[in-house]
Each structure stands twice: as C-alpha cells, then as structure tokens.
C-alpha cells in the first residue's frame, strides 16, 4: 500500500479542535518528509505542515502558533493536532509522502462559523 491513508476529518465549530492522522507505507517510514496540505474550493491547493525525518516541522504562515504536526515511526504514522480552528480553515486535508510521491485520498475538513 503506497497511497497515504488519512483519517479523522470532520464538523467542528470555530474555536474547536481536529486531530487528523496518515498512515504512510512502512518503507523506511523513519526516513520519510511528510506533508499536510489542504485545499479549499476554488482554491489551489497549499502546505499546511511539512514533518522531516530529523523531526524538524515547518508550518503555513495561517497555521502557525495553532496547528502541530507530529509523527509515530512505530505506527508508520503522521499527525496533524489542529487547535483554534476557523472557518477558514475548511477544505480536503491531504497527506502527501515525499519518497514515494504518492497523495492521500483526503479527509474533509469543515469548520463552521
């Protein structure tokens, strides 16, 4: 399985929280950058949260200060905690694996107002 699998999308109101998670292919998961996008519609598709393998992070400037990526090596699995959520924030969250290149199908996001 080399397609991404994300999970925990969903409805949450403005100021809640969502925790997505992606399960990546088992390959050297360890060595693996690993990224979060989203795309809202209408709206071309843009980083979110880019993890490396050293576990160095980089953030969208809209997302700074209120969204964490994380990873699991164990679990073969990255994390997006998503706090202080905004309408704005709404759209398909992706995962997107750099060695393989592979994107996840997508999980969907809404945050209401």
């Known amino acids: 399985q080399l397609q991404p699998v994300e999970s925990g999308g969903g409805l949450v109101q403005a100021g809640g929280s969502l925790r997505l998670s992606c399960v990546a292919s088992?390959?050297?998961?360890?060595?693996?950058?690993l990224g979060w996008y989203r795309q809202a519609p209408g709206k071309q598709r843009e980083l979110v949260a880019l993890?490396?393998?050293?576990?160095?992070?980089i953030y969208g400037d809209s997302v700074k200060g209120r969204f964490t990526v994380s990873r699991d090596n164990a679990k073969n699995t990255v994390y997006l905690q998503m706090n202080s959520l905004k309408p704005e924030d709404t759209g398909v969250y992706y995962c997107?694996?750099?060695?393989?290149?592979?994107w996840g199908q997508g999980t969907q996001v809404t945050v209401s107002s």
């Open positions: 997107y694996d750099r060695e393989t290149t592979y």
């Open positions: 088992s390959s050297i998961f360890s060595r693996k950058t």
């Open positions: 993890i490396y393998d050293t576990g160095i992070t």
